[in-house]
């Protein structure tokens, strides 16, 4: 790529374990606008989030389980 070449993220995907807890991480601490929740029923939301005054936008799958790493 050229120096002056950069490079735009318009969206992206993150797992999270609780929805609720996200939304409040992104809103209050990472300063980030909630931009849509909508329940879809079964314990299935659709979460968008951005940071503010941008046009990327980020949205969150539920996981089904709870991932354990080694430590």
Not at 32 to 49: A, C, I, M
């Amino acid at each position: 790529m050229p120096d002056n070449a950069h490079l735009d993220i318009f969206q992206f995907a993150l797992l999270v374990s609780d929805y609720d807890e996200a939304i409040d991480y992104f809103t209050e601490i990472l300063g980030f606008d909630l931009l849509e929740d909508t329940d879809l029923g079964s314990g299935k939301r659709w979460v968008r989030v951005a940071p503010a005054g941008t046009s990327c936008f980020c949205y969150w799958q539920k996981l089904r389980t709870r991932i354990k790493l080694d430590t």
